[in-house]
């Protein structure tokens, strides 16, 4: 043959007696009685060892630990939901999972609240928004004075206030793509879901998102911009913040390191003007140094 003229004859003499010691299939056939067919198959032994793990799953018991206020029932449908999605939500790793929940108890607390709240002070409302800067007699009429939630006519705050106080503070956000204080978007649009999803625009873009992944949800054909409310729903709540997550390279971030730069950087991304950098810092070394979500 031509690697027998190739080679010269003691080599090649050499590795057929190499060859011969591993031609054992006969052997090994003969002497497994009971299987049920008489085919050998190679296998790799890492990877046989891989497909007896066990593949991760949020617990009850995991999302307990971190959101010990939350309804058990909202927390089962949170869990359906991450579970059956977990690599196209990017949630496959415990950096990753570790990243995203600080982000989550941050916005949502430990009651998992995912719906956003107005109740605010009438002097925050004119120090955080350009809005009540130039309106300062609307944050009065709004907000409460000294003890939450008395205004400074003496009536509690109601639901008209809480609209006026949203569309205040997001109306005419172009980086929102909401309109104006009289379009109501700010309220339409105000923060819902585990991240607290907030303007027409990022619902616009969800639902764009829920659409180029259809085969993940074949049956759930929704729109976020024409069902906003849709976002208080576990399931929903749960999908919004992974579109915000994953649309957002958050998780090539988490991938870096497990370090406050890390955790910063997406915190960044998530609300750059907050005033809880430290707080999600800290939510982050709480969950990683338990192993909440490894």
Avoid at 25 to 50: I, N
Avoid at 146 to 158: F, S
Avoid at 165 to 193: M, P
Avoid at 224 to 229: A, K, R, T
């Amino acid at each position: 043959t031509e690697i027998e003229n190739a080679t010269p004859n003691p080599q090649y003499k050499e590795e057929q007696k190499r060859i011969e010691k591993l031609v054992w299939w006969d052997e090994v056939k003969a002497k497994v009685p009971g299987f049920p067919q008489a085919d050998v198959f190679h296998l790799h032994p890492v990877g046989l060892v891989g497909n007896f793990r066990t593949k991760f799953q949020f617990t009850l018991e995991m999302m307990r630990r971190v959101f010990p206020l939350a309804q058990v029932n909202v927390l089962q449908e949170l869990i359906d939901e991450l579970n059956a999605h977990l690599e196209v939500y990017a949630l496959d790793t415990p950096s990753r999972r570790a990243h995203f929940f600080a982000q989550v108890m941050q916005e949502t607390g430990k009651s998992m609240t995912v719906e956003e709240g107005f109740v605010w002070k009438a002097s925050a409302l004119v120090a955080s928004f350009s809005y009540f800067r130039r309106n300062p007699q609307q944050a009065t009429t709004h907000g409460y004075q000294t003890n939450r939630p008395i205004k400074a006519d003496g009536l509690p705050m109601n639901q008209v206030d809480f609209e006026a106080i949203a569309n205040g503070a997001y109306g005419g956000r172009a980086e929102l793509g909401n309109g104006d204080f009289e379009s109501g978007d700010g309220w339409k649009y105000r923060g819902r879901g585990m991240k607290q999803l907030t303007g027409r625009a990022n619902y616009r873009s969800f639902t764009r998102w829920n659409q180029a992944h259809q085969d993940e949800w074949p049956e759930d054909r929704v729109d976020y911009e024409d069902s906003p409310d849709l976002l208080c729903q576990p399931e929903y709540a749960a999908r919004s913040a992974a579109y915000f997550w994953v649309a957002n390279g958050l998780p090539a971030i988490a991938d870096r390191g497990t370090t406050a730069m890390q955790v910063n950087e997406i915190t960044a991304i998530v609300n750059r003007n907050t005033n809880s950098y430290a707080a999600r810092v800290a939510n982050f070394e709480q969950i990683w140094i338990r192993g909440d979500f490894n």
